[in-house]
């Protein structure tokens, strides 16, 4: 009606242009994310180069020196040789080296070690994230799908003793930040009653890495007392959203339409509360996804684990600062996707979301 | 009021035990002075009457390190908590209010901080500059939390702005500052203190994380530091063990009453239908 | 129409569109008041009645000046008004409001006494503390909740809902008014409450000489409380017919009104009705796309060709109405007593 009648296409550019506005019309929801999504990556990578161009010191310095009396050449044209190796010039005007360094970006150089050659940041990642990701994700899983069953249950029994045993859980360990956790743990299981080794991923004196058994049962022994850690202090977390959310969902008129129906509370429970509960859980476990890329940092420097987050700390401590640089856009990036791809795909699950 | 908060068991019981942690902060250095000279003949004491927790690698009193460290503990978690709250809701107050441009500036910055992880970026801050002060960990801290309570703070607004009592201020021709601080503000007011305390809990547990790495060695009697150095000298030892687990449960009963107070006031300034 | 005095406040064309952005490129466009026209004098009491989402909430806010209107003006007491804002404070107190959630209207965490105190303060910066007090137990005793110290010192949640809507009376009559618009102040109330509130307002009309502009969906309150004043019945944003109720009520002309009336059922016993409305369909038409002509047409059991291309007002005896086709439209009353 109206004002599609008085417009006529008569010209296949007006055609094309009316595609165009109808596929913005439909995915309106979406791309206003993505937008949103893009604009916070700029500034983020705005912010992350000044930062780390604020921390004083410099490095090319040393290198120079090094160079000087190396090759024996005057100190400037140590220093530029050392500039051009090291792909770093703090002397160079500033916003140039921000165009260089968002080009670099764009491209998918996320920058190099000015302290060890041949290593860049995308060579850590491709190394040690696996191993990052390896811990983080089984804690993450299992510590959701524990908290998610047991919350569900001392919902519906919320006078037992279990309901109250949960609190109790939930405020302890909701009380020990996660590091610490590990070191009791290292100092009991592992040190104490030696159990559990306590520091690396795998021992590289008995196996080999590959996909040979010996390997994986190494590598799942090695990750015991990290995972263990990790979802010992977070389970409860997931515990205390759970419990809320089901609480919240049971006391719809639809739960005591199924109660007046004769329905059992295993039945209940399984295909009534669970399914509307977890709506709100799942943004939260995105969330959780995307953090896991910034790294355990301590908790992979109690256990010596070789993951991104040590690296990351030793970097800086070391003060290399470029391949940082590039660590941390990193992790933001995942974040803000992982966060942009749940935020499309929850209309997906909630209808209530959807949109025409 | 007084009566309200007895009556309340979880407040009560986690305010008492935060008042004990502050009244050790204060009185605590003149009852049990701590001196920090190393007496070498007596490393590794056990526990006794006249050192109750023992002594350390170089002979120093246990118990005296944790008293005339909580001071410095409770000073970082407090500021950091009120800088994290002075920031939090002023920027939320104002881009929930404003809207416009105003907001989603606002927005795209807050964003920025939830999206980078927090620990790389304490560690470059902490490089950046030396930690000397329970008020420059403070702050290093609380750069990144005020950003989460931004957020919510802005959807209370939101939805306050458009309820009916403040249409009828706008009808009534009540100025903004009005509006602002004596509407808006006292509906927010609880909410704003109960993440004042759960500003406090993540203050300690993102300071004892820096002391862990190594990054924030200004003051060893500070319960993280104590971990940090026991971990430090190697936990095969079972005497760094020991030394280790007093500021560490120390840590965790003052997360817990914290915990404790913010449930109870919780429950208390915000009373909830019962649900069957 | 020819005018014995002038009015208190004008509203000339007020045209309302709402633009909801729905995509990048187009937006959706709600016109939801077309040329509307309204002249409210001075201790009348006017109604609008009309069904949810015809306009009249949003007109409400127009001349409260929470909105601002996208074209149109509005004069009060003779000088133009271009936004709530943009005029001097004095002028525009002149306009009160009545919500109609008494609970959402008042700010949970502040007394009585601290929501009425305020607004009077903020008008008269001079006052001091007793004589504000002085002014509130006027006030308490005028709407009729006496002690007045018992009532002030509550919070919202401890009153009952007839309570707080006197309170809402009281706020606005606060700021002396000369115009106070009511948005369905009684819905949310119990019926057997309703006549007092009803019986207030009146009084108030009469002591104070303000005008009321009462809004409802409900016509039998809105009988009641503008017996001698008119009615303005609105479809989809647009004055449909307005005249003095009694005439309205008895004898409608628009074929809408004449639905709306026919639409209450009678307590009398001898009187059968088919049950049919003199509607060809149920159907509201979207907002969207307004039709150019009569926007009652898709609906409209007397309608023409004609209908769809253009409409303008017409005078009859009773009324003004908006109809092109009124010869068409029978004009015999619903129900005899009717309009009594």
């Known amino acids: 009606m109206g004002n599609s009648e008085t417009f006529e296409e008569k010209t296949p550019f007006a055609k094309l242009l009316r595609v165009v506005q109808a596929f913005f019309v439909k995915h309106h929801y979406i791309l206003s994310k993505i937008a949103m999504s893009i604009v916070t990556m700029l500034l983020t990578m705005v912010m992350i180069f000044f930062l780390l161009r604020m921390i004083p010191g410099d490095p090319v310095y040393q290198y120079a020196i090094g160079i000087q009396q190396q090759r024996r050449i005057t100190f400037e044209e140590a220093y530029k040789v050392a500039v051009q190796m090291l792909h770093y010039d703090p002397n160079e005007n500033i916003l140039r080296a921000f165009l260089r360094y968002f080009s670099g970006l764009i491209q998918g150089d996320l920058g190099h070690s000015i302290i060890e050659t041949n290593v860049s940041a995308n060579s850590l990642i491709r190394t040690r994230l696996p191993w990052t990701l390896f811990l983080s994700s089984c804690a993450l899983f299992i510590s959701f799908f524990v908290g998610i069953t047991v919350g569900g249950y001392v919902a519906q029994h919320r006078k037992g003793l279990a309901n109250k045993a949960a609190s109790v859980y939930i405020a302890l360990s909701g009380s020990i930040p996660d590091y610490l956790m590990a070191l009791l743990l290292v100092i009991n299981l592992a040190y104490k009653y030696k159990l559990f080794p306590a520091q690396y991923n795998y021992d590289a004196f008995s196996v080999t890495p590959g996909f040979n058994l010996p390997f994986i049962r190494d590598v799942l022994w090695h990750g015991c007392l990290p995972i263990l850690a990790y979802s010992l202090v977070n389970t409860g977390n997931w515990i205390m959203q759970m419990r809320g959310s089901c609480i919240g969902v049971l006391g719809e008129d639809y739960i005591l339409a199924a109660k007046a129906r004769g329905l059992s509370s295993r039945t209940i429970r399984s295909r009534y509360m669970k399914k509307n509960a977890l709506l709100p859980l799942v943004t939260s476990l995105g969330m959780a996804f995307g953090g896991l890329f910034g790294g355990a940092v301590l908790m992979e420097s109690i256990f010596n684990y070789p993951g991104l987050g040590l690296e990351i700390s030793g970097r800086i401590l070391s003060k290399d600062y470029m391949v940082v640089q590039g660590l941390i856009f990193f992790s933001g990036f995942m974040v803000i996707l992982v966060n942009l791809l749940v935020e499309m795909i929850y209309p997906w699950i909630d209808p209530r979301v959807r949109r025409e | ?276 | 129409m020819e005018y014995i005095r002038e009015p208190l406040m004008q509203l000339k064309n007020i045209n309302m569109v709402f633009q909801k952005q729905s995509s990048l490129l187009t937006d959706k466009k709600f016109h939801v008041l077309k040329d509307v026209n309204l002249d409210i004098f001075e201790g009348e009491i006017i109604a609008l009645v009309g069904e949810s989402g015809c306009g009249k909430t949003t007109l409400g806010k127009i001349i409260t000046g929470l909105y601002k209107p996208t074209s149109g003006d509005i004069y009060l007491e003779g000088e133009r008004m271009t936004g709530l804002l943009s005029k001097s404070i004095t002028s525009y107190n002149k306009v009160q409001f009545i919500q109609q959630d008494s609970y959402a209207a008042l700010n949970p965490v502040r007394t009585i006494y601290q929501s009425l105190y305020a607004p009077i303060k903020t008008k008269n910066r001079s006052w001091s503390r007793s004589q504000i007090n002085r002014k509130l137990e006027e006030l308490m005793e005028v709407i009729g909740l006496q002690p007045a110290d018992q009532f002030l010192s509550k919070y919202p949640h401890q009153l009952s809902g007839g309570q707080r809507q006197r309170i809402l009376m009281a706020r606005a009559i606060s700021l002396d008014p000369k115009l106070i618009v009511a948005d369905e102040p009684v819905s949310m109330i119990d019926v057997s409450m309703r006549l007092s509130l009803l019986n207030l307002m009146k009084s108030l009309n009469k002591r104070y000489n303000m005008s009321f502009v009462y809004i409802s969906h409900d016509l039998s309150t809105t009988r009641y409380i503008a017996q001698n004043g008119r009615v303005c019945v609105m479809y989809l944003g647009e004055i449909v017919e307005m005249g003095q109720i009694k005439d309205v009520i008895r004898s409608p002309r628009h074929p809408y009104t004449r639905a709306l009336i026919q639409a209450v059922p009678v307590p009398d016993p001898d009187y059968v009705s088919d049950g049919e409305l003199p509607l060809k369909s149920m159907q509201l038409a979207a907002l969207e796309d307004r039709p150019k002509g009569c926007s009652f047409y898709e609906r409209c059991l007397y309608s023409c060709e004609a209908c769809r291309e253009r409409v303008y007002h017409r005078d009859t005896p009773t009324a003004k109405v908006l109809c092109s086709h009124l010869e068409a439209v029978p004009d015999k009353p619903i129900y005899e007593t009717f309009g009594e």
Request: glycine share 8%; net charge positive.
């Open chain 2, 1 to 276: 009021m007084i009566k309200r908060i007895t009556s309340n068991v979880q407040l009560t019981v986690g305010l008492m035990i935060m008042a004990m942690f502050v009244l050790v902060t204060f009185v605590g250095p003149i009852i049990f002075p701590y001196d920090p000279n190393p007496v070498v003949t007596e490393i590794y004491l056990p526990n006794s009457l006249a050192h109750p927790f023992g002594t350390d690698w170089m002979g120093r009193d246990v118990f005296r390190q944790m008293i005339g460290g909580a001071g410095s503990v409770f000073q970082i978690a407090f500021y950091a908590a009120v800088i994290t709250v002075l920031v939090g809701s002023t920027l939320g107050i104002l881009s929930g209010y404003a809207g416009g441009k105003i907001d989603k500036i606002i927005m795209a910055v807050t964003n920025i901080f939830l999206s980078v992880p927090a620990f790389p970026v304490y560690l470059v801050l902490a490089s950046i500059m030396t930690l000397e002060s329970p008020l420059a960990i403070a702050v290093v801290v609380s750069a990144w939390s005020w950003a989460g309570l931004c957020r919510a703070i802005r959807v209370q607004v939101l939805s306050l702005k458009e309820r009916d009592f403040i249409q009828i201020c706008k009808v009534m021709r009540m100025g903004t500052g009005h509006i602002i601080f004596k509407e808006l503000m006292p509906n927010i007011l609880s909410y704003i203190i109960i993440n004042f305390v759960i500003a406090m809990r993540s203050a300690i547990l993102a300071s004892v994380g820096i002391m862990l790495v190594g990054l924030a060695s200004y003051d060893p009697t500070n319960w993280g530091a104590i971990v940090s150095a026991a971990r430090g000298r190697g936990l095969i030892n079972p005497m760094n063990v020991r030394i280790l687990l007093y500021p560490l449960t120390a840590i965790v009963i003052f997360q817990v009453a914290a915990l404790l107070v913010v449930n109870g006031l919780d429950e208390l300034l915000n009373p909830r239908l019962k649900v069957m």
